[in-house]
Nanobody
Framework: QVQLVESGGGLVQAGGSLRLSCDAS????????MGWFRQAPGKEREFVAA????????NYADSVKGRFIISRDNAKNTVYLQMNSLKPEDTAVYYC???????????WGQGTQVTVSS
């Protein structure tokens, strides 16, 4: 079983940047593709970005393409989400998970809140 803990969220003005981290424990994540998801108030959780096992391939939702960058450091058992040019519509709780394609298969952690003010 792997435990995933998200961090790095906060309050930022539109146009600003944040970097989220997803720290894994319990087992190595180097054998898994990993993804980020988000859930805004009153909306369903949605896919944001995914990265394959060695970091050589990434996939993004159209809404964040060109603004967000997913990366990983398998030596640190950590996945990152660099978020640039943030918009108010990026406001959500962000979660990470192991994925198959864009589908998660972990139990959700507590997530990290990102709030973008206009």
């Amino acid at each position: 079983q792997v435990q995933l803990v998200e961090s790095g969220g906060g309050l930022v003005q539109a146009g600003g940047s944040l970097r989220l981290s997803c720290d894994a424990s319990g087992r190595t994540i180097s054998s898994y593709s990993m993804g980020w998801f988000r859930q805004a108030p009153g909306k369903e959780r949605e896919f944001v970005a995914a990265i394959n096992r060695n970091g050589g391939s990434t996939n993004y939702a159209d809404s964040v393409k060109g603004r967000f960058i997913i990366s990983r450091d398998n030596a640190k058992n950590t996945v990152y989400l660099q978020m640039n040019s943030l918009k108010p519509e990026d406001t959500a709780v962000y979660y990470c998970a192991r994925v198959v394609g864009t589908r998660p298969y972990d139990s959700w952690g507590q997530g990290t809140q990102v709030t973008v003010s206009s």
